[in-house]
């Protein structure tokens, strides 16, 4: 529990912060006229600050332990909370903005490797997932808790009430934490991540891992909120309800993706598949947010919620593709790209949404349409070059099972042992399944 509870704490206050804008967006609108594409900067500059400092933060994190590099960052967070609190501009905000997003850089990394060091190995996982799932309860607290905190004290006392919350957790984690008897000193040179980078099942996987996932993100942290108020029209009751239940979903997913995903691996079914299946529904659930099909309005914003916990699917397959000593790193480098896209994503979506003249701050349909809809392009594209190894090897055994079958019909049809051909035939699902089990991905 010493070890567990306050690193939990640390990657709780990282998703709250990571998904806080949603809430008070409306009111930095009201309060300071911040126009939609400062919106999205300021939103989407937490993404910015926390991708660029994934890859140093690993091998620090490596060479002198979680406790003391959490701790020391989270108090970066605290005053980037309080600066947040007190800043009457624009460009004050953005600094603040950026110190939070650097402060809780090491929240995830930290606790995982807090787990490796000081749980047994067959618990690592297990623990993992309960770490991910507590964490995203801080996206639940960014909803109907703080909304009811903002109503008593405004959104400047939540942030000042936040910097006392995160400093005295960094303290917990400095104070309670122990130290390991023995500390690995790893090599920060960038050797290993040299390697990461030049690896093509790495760029197999990594732009539809980070695409996906960071407009999830997207999406939840910032611009379902504007969609929920000026597309659909609900009120701010009505709104925090939904975002509630969004939130919940992702909670859910952290726990569920990685069950789903082990289960199905022990049933012969690849994790690169679960992904891609997952991307496709993604992809549709978006699909039916823009076109406004006439579905259950909350079902779809659900799925994209979800699909900001596939980080799950995603870090499993690293871990196959790589060493271990470099699965650490290649995750960082993951999530490197993971939080550039958020950034992009979040800004672009605020940039494109400002080439529409808004009336009280509200933007018409097809302004929303367009920016998600681009988005969902880029998805799109990044799925096709996902499978593209899979769709060749189909049509390679699907050519070949055509092949077996012509020349078993003109053996059946000449007379000419028929029956040897016959057995030498496979099945369909024969075929299929090899076919999936051959791909290079």
């Known amino acids: ?113 807090a787990v490796v060091i000081w749980f047994p190995r067959d618990k690592v996982a297990l623990v993992n997932g309960y770490m991910i799932m507590l964490g995203a309860l801080g996206g639940v607290s960014a909803t109907a808790p703080a909304e009811w905190l903002v109503d008593r004290i405004g959104w400047r006392g939540l942030f000042e009430l936040l910097a006392v919350i995160t400093l005295a957790t960094a303290l917990l984690i400095y104070l309670a934490v122990p130290e390991p008897a023995e500390t690995q000193k790893a090599d920060l040179r960038s050797s290993t991540l040299k390697t990461v980078y030049l690896n093509a099942q790495f760029w197999r996987v990594a732009p539809l891992s980070a695409v996906c996932v ?25 709104l925090i309800n939904r975002l509630f239940i969004m939130a919940i979903c992702i909670c859910v997913g952290a726990l569920l993706l990685g069950v789903i995903a082990d289960r199905l691996r022990r049933r012969g079914v690849r994790t690169e598949i679960v992904l891609a299946t997952l991307a496709a529904l993604f992809v549709t659930a978006e699909l039916a947010v823009i076109l406004r099909l006439p579905v259950p309005q909350l079902l779809p914003w659900c799925v994209v919620s979800m699909f900001g916990a596939a980080t799950v ?48 701050g509200h933007y018409p349909v097809i302004a929303y349409q367009t920016a998600f809809g681009l988005n969902v392009t880029v998805q799109v594209l990044a799925l096709a070059w996902f499978i593209a190894p899979l769709i060749h090897a189909l049509t390679r055994a699907l050519t070949g099972a055509l092949a077996l079958q012509a020349i078993e019909a003109i053996s059946s049809r000449f007379g000419h042992e028929g029956d040897v051909v016959e057995t030498m035939t496979p099945s369909a699902d024969v075929i299929f399944f090899d076919a999936v089990e051959d791909v290079d991905w």
């Not at 960071?214 to 009505?238: I, K, N």
Request: charged share 10%; proline share 3%; glycine share 12%.
């Open 313 to 360: 699917l995603s870090y499993a397959i690293m871990a196959d593709s790589f060493p271990s000593e470099f699965a650490a790193r290649a995750n960082g480098g993951l999530n490197l790209l993971h939080f550039g896209w958020a950034f992009a994503a979040q800004c672009g979506i605020g940039v494109i949404l400002e080439q529409w003249p808004s009336q009280d």
């Open 1 to 113: 529990m010493c070890v567990f509870l306050p690193f939990a704490a640390g990657y709780y206050l990282s998703y709250l912060f990571r998904t806080i804008n949603t809430l008070i967006s409306g009111r930095l609108t009201t309060d300071l006229g911040i126009n939609a594409a400062d919106l999205g900067l300021l939103a989407s500059v937490y993404f910015l600050a926390f991708g660029a400092a994934q890859i140093p933060i690993g091998a620090l994190l490596d060479r002198f332990g979680p406790r003391r590099v959490q701790s020391g960052l989270l108090v970066v967070a605290a005053a980037g909370a309080l600066l947040f609190g007190i800043s009457t501009g624009f460009y004050a905000l953005l600094i603040a903005r950026t110190m939070i997003g650097f402060g809780v850089a090491a929240a995830l990394m930290a606790g995982l490797k």
């Open 214 to 238: 960071g407009s999830a993100w997207a999406l939840q942290g910032l611009w379902a909120a504007p969609w929920l108020t000026d597309v659909e029209g609900l009120d701010r009751h009505s």
